[in-house]
């Protein structure tokens, strides 16, 4: 069997587990729901017009229905109000007549405007601002670390069955990594698909796509291969952090390390993002470079050459992980004689080739 033929019948045999695990799936429920409760909800109740009646002839008809809201034209306009038809009346004066609650909408469409002259037009909305990066970086933070523990305890079953040694007798050991990075990743980067696709319907309904998408699509654009190299990275160092155990309750101890390099940038990304500097730097660091550089791209900051070295930087990371991750992961794979330390790895891993 060739080395592509065995990472594909790997990668087929992980897919078809993880597929019906409950993990996974509760996850994918889980970000969809977020991502229709940050956009979708908010511009379906958003876009429910009030209904308004007022009198026939009534010269505040035309201001109303330019608002878009319901016009109904009524002989008494305060009863349909009273009879819960309408949810507000408009009265000559003009008076808006309502049950317990201002209407903000027909307020609004009745009141005159002053002249409004923004000094930065092209500005971010703050709220807008603070939860794209934070969303990028919980989406990062929350697939690594979760595919990854499941890389992990994957490898660490085998361990513990006596599995492994019946798969490497059948293939290459490096074919069976490759193989259970490639099925993580390719579970993963659906995942994230399917919320890029909510959030952008949603960015379509709350907007129309005209104010926060221009903004968005190069975040999301970028978001994508940082995301992969970002994975493979950490996908490689779970599975080795996997071979060093034999019991699955001693891969939180072994994996402390690893937990930390997740867990730093999404904190920083969400309490520093308005630190200039330091998300410059973060967004150059290959652990934090996922989340910090699309942020970066999202307010607009960047200069069109920097993504392509933070990338670059962070592809030469990842396969240098995969080395590293590959030689560990050789190294601790058929030691079933307790916790094996990562220089007892890295140096089996050496004598098995001298």
Known sequence: M???AAIRLVATRELRVKLRDKTFLFSTIFFLLFAMLGTVVPALIGSSASSVAV???DPTEAKLRDADLKVRVAADPEQLVRDGDVEAAVLPGPVV???DEAPNDVVRALSEAPEVRLLNPDAVDPVAAFLVPFAFALVFFFTSLMFGLQIAQSVTEEKQTRMVEILVAAVPVRALLAGKVLAGGVLALA????IAFVTVAGAQLTDGGGGLLPLLAPAMTWFVPFFVFGFVMLAA???????LVNRQEDINGASTPLQLLVMAPFFLVAFLQDNETVMTVMSYVPFSSPTAMPARLFDGD????EPFVSLAILAV???????VGARLY???LLRTNGRVSWATAWRDRELQHL
């Open 191 to 194: 995942q994230v698909a399917l």
């Open 2 to 4: 060739s080395t592509a």
């Open 302 to 305: 960047v200069a069109p050459w």
């Open 97 to 99: 007549v309502a049950q």
């Open 330 to 332: 050789e190294g601790g």
């Open 237 to 243: 160092l779970w599975a080795a952090v996997g071979a």
């Open 55 to 57: 009198a026939s002839g």
């Open 317 to 323: 990371t990842a396969v240098a992980a995969l080395v």
